[in-house]
């Protein structure tokens, strides 16, 4: 009997347990199958059942609009919900979007009272961007993030970190590769919460580009003398490896990058053919696209991850497609 056979049994025989876990199986297709919709009716029962977890999820993929249409309002009555079901991890989003402090539980008693005092538009706008290189383009934007938005990615990925990957250039599959040395971690539908998605939001107003086209973010960890060497985001079209990557996800367009600490000596971000190097400070963000103004990849965007001397460096990373997954480019319809 497979893993998902035995959550399949154990549901029907009433076990909410089974139920959340076959759930999130299912939305994210870990056992081989595939059903979002499914999964959503699943985690409905078991938050009806009071599973905390599930209705932090849901409300997670409310923030997302996994498989619906998006809704801060509702997002932040299922977090409020799974608060008074007892999850600390809602508590704590709660708390941290309500308050900008470091999202630790504290005395707050009414949630639906702390839910209600969110401003999720001060939330998601942006700061400007001042330009760093017009050729290739490149913006940072100072203050981006909170320190206890910061706090909390990191939190979200410490102890969770595995081998940081790269799409292999002769299967198209992700691998591990000479030129990486640095650990990170995909947050995957099942794993997102409220505040990355406020965050990822606030990206997509700082871009004026749409969420659904955005991959699912990394957290990046990288400890003394580990480094991303010199590489492009983009995807090569002349590359039949990547061909079937393009047709069914579109190109990296742009590239974004969160500083979620500044506590480390070296460990700049350097774009070699151009000659610069940038350090941003905790919170601050850097953005750049991977192709040219008549949107072909553009060779100038070469960069590297170095290496911190001392410290531990944390980033957040969130790539940009030009079209959400599934959607044929221009004059690739039926």
């Known amino acids: ?77 299922y977090l409020v919900l799974a608060a008074e079901q007892g999850s600390q991890s809602a508590r704590s989003q709660l708390l941290l979007l309500a308050n900008d402090n470091d999202g630790s539980v504290g005395n707050a008693s009414d949630w639906n009272v702390l839910g209600q005092a969110i401003d999720v538009d001060r939330l998601t706008s942006a700061p400007e961007r001042r330009s760093l290189c017009e050729d290739p383009r490149i913006r940072v934007l100072d203050g981006f993030a909170t320190p206890a938005e910061c706090r909390w990615l990191i939190a979200r990925a410490r102890g969770r970190l595995g081998p940081a990957m790269v799409f292999n250039r002769v299967t198209g599959d992700f691998a591990r590769d000479a030129g990486r040395s640095n650990s990170a971690i995909e947050l995957s539908t099942v794993e997102m919460d409220v505040v990355t998605e406020i965050v990822r939001s606030r990206i997509g107003k700082a871009t004026n580009l749409p969420v659904p086209v955005f991959e699912p973010p990394h957290i990046l960890h990288y400890s003394v003398g580990q480094e991303f060497k010199p590489h492009f985001d983009f995807l090569d079209p002349a590359n039949q490896a990547y061909a079937g990557l393009l047709d069914e996800f579109g190109q990296r367009i742009a590239t974004f990058l969160i500083y979620l600490n500044d506590d480390y000596e070296g460990g700049e971000t350097e774009f070699p053919t151009i000659g610069l190097s940038h350090k941003g400070r905790a919170g601050d963000a850097l953005l750049f696209a991977n192709v040219d103004r008549s949107n072909q990849p553009d060779a100038k965007t070469l960069h590297a991850g170095r290496a911190p001397t001392s410290g531990e460096k944390w980033i957040f990373s969130q790539w940009i497609r030009d079209r959400a997954p599934g959607v044929l480019p221009p004059g690739k319809g039926a």
């Open 1 to 77: 009997m497979s893993r998902l056979e035995e959550l399949e049994s154990k549901v029907a025989s009433g076990d909410p347990g089974a139920r959340f876990l076959l759930a999130k199986s299912l939305l994210s297709g870990s056992e081989g199958a595939l059903d979002p919709a499914r999964a959503a009716e699943l985690l409905l029962v078991s938050c009806n059942e009071g599973n905390a977890d599930a209705s932090e999820l849901i409300a997670a993929l409310e923030a997302m609009g996994a498989g619906r249409l998006q809704s801060w309002a509702r997002a932040l009555h």
